[in-house]
T-cell receptor, first 110, second 115 residues
Framework: LAKTTQPISMDSYEGQEVNITCSHNNIATNDYITWYQQFPSQGPRFIIQGYKTKVTNEVASLFIPADRKSSTLSLPRVSLSDTAVYYCLAQVGGYQKVTFGTGTKLQVIP | DAGVIQSPRHEVTEMGQEVTLRCKPISGHNSLFWYRQTMMRGLELLIYFNNNVPIDDSGMPEDRFSAKMPNASFSTLKIQPSEPRDSAVYFC?????????????FGPGTRLTVT
């Protein structure tokens, strides 16, 4: 399973766009990049997944450059309720097992 | 959809006692995962099942831990005997296999305290 590296913590003001970068230098051809969000006292929740280029849904955007050695989760105009831990995973296509790292603790400040 | 259901939500027990955690996956999902989360070790995968069959139990810490999935709608994680270091939040998750990456749906967790 490819190892991912992301910042331990980030602070942002309400209304700002937040970009969290994840490094995955040894990503394999079959790996998908998946992001989860976890609020205190809750289980992780799937946010977005991509293989290359850009993916957008109602919650976030995911940018993956051509070399796929990194990816960026973009949260537009964050609010206080976006305060959570965000996990970046390299998930092998067709394979269930994933490894959650330490994640990035995002604190949104009023 | 009710989502993944776990019970109990909180469990406090004394060292040496048997603890059984229960999980009901989302209907139609064919994979089930048990995770443990602590401040020190983060979120760890203990075991996962596919079509009720254990596929990977390499994360199960020791023989005191066992997991079963007798049918597609129910799984248990048992700790016998329990120890204070087993105190953690235990999450169950389920997913539906297919092509590409799989989205896992997590339950609310069971907070276990062993005194």
């Amino acid at each position: 399973l490819a190892k991912t590296t992301q910042p331990i913590s980030m602070d942002s003001y309400e209304g700002q766009e937040v970009n969290i970068t994840c490094s995955h230098n040894n990503i394999a051809t079959n790996d998908y990049i998946t992001w989860y969000q976890q609020f205190p006292s809750q289980g992780p929740r799937f946010i977005i997944q991509g293989y290359k280029t850009k993916v957008t849904n109602e919650v976030a955007s995911l940018f993956i450059p051509a070399d796929r050695k990194s990816s960026t989760l973009s949260l537009p105009r964050v609010s206080l309720s976006d305060t959570a831990v965000y996990y970046c995973l390299a998930q092998v296509g067709g394979y269930q097992k994933v490894t959650f790292g330490t994640g990035t603790k995002l604190q949104v400040i009023p | 959809d009710a989502g993944v259901i776990q019970s109990p939500r909180h469990e406090v027990t004394e060292m040496g006692q048997e603890v059984t955690l229960r999980c009901k996956p989302i209907s139609g999902h064919n994979s089930l995962f048990w995770y443990r989360q602590t401040m020190m070790r983060g979120l760890e995968l203990l075991i996962y099942f596919n079509n009720n069959v254990p596929i990977d139990d390499s994360g199960m810490p020791e023989d005191r831990f066992s997991a079963k999935m007798p049918n597609a709608s129910f799984s248990t994680l048992k700790i016998q005997p329990s120890e204070p270091r087993d105190s953690a939040v235990y999450f169950c998750a389920s997913s539906l296999t297919g092509t590409g990456g799989y989205e896992q749906y997590f339950g609310p967790g069971t907070r276990l305290t062993v005194t």
